[in-house]
């Protein structure tokens, strides 16, 4: 049985920062690609990033860029994301997502992934 667990998220002032971890049990996670998605109130879903299992290569998108990074640590099954100067529109549920395709091209889609976590509540106040 494959799980994904969230962890990190919490209540932040705008510019500051957090660091969401996604820990995989049930999956060999050092041959999956890990993506982060958020899901904001009244909105669709949306990609946030993704690290490849294959060669390690990241995608962000564009609204996050520059002020979140993504890793993994295969030795502990898990995926970080760093979020730094954190803004009101960055309040979101977060989920990490696992997919066996190599990641070496973005995959922003969802339904390119196969497992998902539950997501951690993020909010950013003004």
């Known amino acids: 049985q494959v799980q994904l667990v969230e962890s990190g998220g919490g209540l932040v002032q705008a510019g500051g920062s957090l660091r969401l971890s996604c820990t995989a049990s049930g999956l060999t996670f050092s041959v999956h690609t890990m993506g982060w998605f958020r899901q904001a109130p009244g909105k669709e879903r949306e990609f946030v990033a993704q690290v490849s299992w294959y060669d390690g290569s990241t995608f962000y998108a564009d609204s996050v860029r520059g002020r979140f990074t993504i890793s993994r640590d295969n030795a502990r099954n898990t995926v970080y994301l760093q979020m730094n100067g954190l803004k009101p529109d960055d309040t979101a549920v977060y989920s990490c997502?696992?997919?066996?395709?190599?990641?070496?091209?973005?995959?922003?889609?969802?339904?390119?992934?196969?497992?998902w976590g539950q997501g951690t509540q993020v909010t950013v106040s003004s």
């Open positions: 997502a696992a997919t066996r395709a190599a990641g070496n091209v973005r995959l922003a889609v969802a339904g390119q992934y196969n497992y």
